[in-house]
């Protein structure tokens, strides 16, 4: 019984204590709301929203982005990933990464094996939702004003228009199945566009609207 008693404690203790490293571990993280890769000459191109809280005493407030953005770039993703790191200060965390957006360029690069490499490395959720626009980046330099931070309103336009029946709702799973099946896949494409009505904070009403989609057809764009 003693004995028993005994195994049960340790292995409360093993989890208290592996909980607590777990915490300590996430705060030298960033945290990525959204990903945009752009491919062109020969470089990768990363911008990324890291969770930020606009507010005092590290508090979320809604008034506030609460994103910042930060850009890396090298001739492999790897190489991006390292140098957004470096600029940050902190290791890059992509399982909480609300949306994936992929760049034009894409057309002539793999797309397939960049995202083994988010799923492998970086841990990003198979979960994640998968778009395009003509430059990726586009999306992160958009502030919008709904949403807690700027990466949860494009999702929001995705998931809705999914809803509604005229926009595909297409995850990292879904293209690394269809892939291995050897099927194309659809997926949303964003442009930029205006609208006047205060989505973003934008002077000129720039924004983003979804204007269809588009197949990965063997790996590519």
Do not use: W
Not at 26 to 43: C, K
Not at 126 to 153: H, Q, V, Y
Not at 155 to 171: D, E, H, K, Q, R
């Amino acid at each position: 019984m003693r004995r028993t008693v005994a195994i049960l404690l340790m292995l409360i203790m093993c989890t208290v204590c592996t909980g607590c490293a777990d915490i300590t571990e996430l705060g030298d993280r960033a945290i990525i709301q959204l990903a945009a890769i752009d491919h062109e000459d020969g470089q990768y191109r990363l911008s990324a929203l890291l969770f930020s809280a606009g507010g005092s005493g590290g508090t979320i407030d809604a008034t506030k982005s609460n994103v910042i953005k930060v850009t890396g770039s090298g001739k492999t993703l790897g190489e991006a990933v390292k140098q957004l790191s470096l600029t940050d200060g902190k290791d890059i965390y992509m399982s909480e990464s609300k949306l994936l957006v992929f760049g034009s360029g894409f057309e002539d690069t793999d797309i397939i094996s960049v995202l083994n490499m988010l799923y492998r490395d970086m841990r990003c959720s198979l979960n994640t939702p998968i778009c395009c626009a003509e430059r990726a980046e586009l999306l992160t330099d958009m502030e919008f004003t709904e949403g807690m931070t700027s990466a949860e309103k494009p999702y929001s336009m995705i998931l809705n228009a999914y809803l509604t029946g005229v926009s595909p709702y297409t995850t990292l799973l879904d293209v690394l199945a269809d892939d291995m099946g050897g099927r194309k896949t659809l997926i949303p494409s964003f442009a930029e566009g205006k609208n006047g009505s205060g989505m973003t904070t934008d002077k000129d009403g720039r924004t983003v609207v979804l204007d269809g989609a588009r197949l990965i057809v063997d790996g590519k764009l």
